[in-house]
């Protein structure tokens, strides 16, 4: 199915790195010749009334009038970069408590093909709205790095399957078809410090599933020597100039708790590239 309807929610500082990013998730957007619909959220804080006199109001009217709000120069962003790309969008606010912002951006998303998320490197909220989107929308999401958001390319030409075999990875494939078909070079690639007949028959079975899609990929394995699968990922991007990791995410329940596995955590902390990621 392709990829028409996308969901960008913009919440958070209005700093250059994150107008950068919102710009190029907007140029994917076009590239995919998609309607693009931002949610832009604020925080929701309860102020305790001030009892003020009245030249003390008038004096904070006028101090105020000039100020834009964080989440209005967000969508001012938003709206540039659309219409510079002259694209279908349209856009919503909201105020929502701050713990609510993750699950709240989890389901609105449900109703789209895809949601592109500008992320910061490291950043707890990040993680919270990754991990609420995961869980609660049934939906791929494209991370975008702030901290690249000026270097990456919009066209997704060099795209890297991160393959281990699992049924997240396979979901996150599947979810992925759009974007692999328009690639140039798909890679598959497993991290494996031994190239075993059962990783070599799982990752050819996986290129010929592609290829009846109009896929050419290639398999290959990468050893780890002792580096976490992240960071083997990470130098893989950087060393064959990749746009894209296609992956799925890992984690495990312990006593109601979400626990990340590795790869993910650190993919997430500071994607190397653009990452489409499903559960």
């Known amino acids: 199915m392709p990829i028409k309807d996308v969901f960008m929610p913009l919440v958070g500082q209005?700093?250059?790195?994150?107008?950068?990013?919102?710009?190029k998730c907007v140029a994917v957007a076009a590239e995919l010749g998609a309607r693009i619909t931002a949610l832009a959220l604020e925080e929701e804080v309860f102020e305790r009334p001030k009892v003020m006199l009245p030249y003390d109001r008038e004096a904070a009217e006028a101090g105020s009038s000039g100020e834009v709000s964080d989440m209005q120069q967000l969508l001012n962003a938003f709206t540039s970069a659309t219409s510079r790309a002259k694209i279908l969008a349209r856009s919503r606010t909201g105020k929502v408590?701050?713990?609510?912002?993750?699950?709240?951006?989890?389901?609105h998303a449900r109703f789209s093909d895809l949601t592109l998320l500008p992320v910061k490197p490291h950043d707890s909220r990040t993680e919270s709205i990754v991990e609420a989107f995961l869980f609660g929308s049934g939906r791929p999401l494209l991370l975008c790095p702030e901290h690249l958001a000026n270097e990456l390319r919009p066209k997704f030409?060099?795209?890297?399957?991160?393959w281990d075999h699992s049924a997240?990875?396979?979901r996150a494939t599947g979810d992925a078809l759009p974007v692999l078909q328009a690639a140039a070079t798909v890679r598959v690639v497993t991290v494996a410090d031994d190239k075993t007949d059962?990783?070599?028959?799982?990752g050819t079975a996986l290129v010929d599933h592609l290829r009846e899609h109009g896929v050419h990929a290639s398999f290959e394995t990468v050893k780890g020597r002792g580096s976490s699968i992240g960071k083997v990922l990470e130098n893989f991007v950087n060393s064959h100039d990749m746009d894209a990791i296609v992956m799925g995410a890992y984690h495990h329940s312990r006593l109601n708790e979400i626990v990340w596995g590795g790869v993910t955590k650190t993919v997430i902390g500071q994607p190397p590239c653009w990452v489409m990621i499903s559960h």
Do not use: H
């Open 14 to 23: 209005p700093r250059g790195a994150a107008l950068a990013a919102i710009d």
């Open 97 to 107: 408590p701050a713990d609510q912002i993750a699950a709240v951006v989890a389901e």
């Open 157 to 162: 030409e060099n795209v890297v399957i991160a």
């Open 168 to 170: 997240r990875a396979a």
């Open 198 to 202: 059962a990783i070599v028959q799982s």
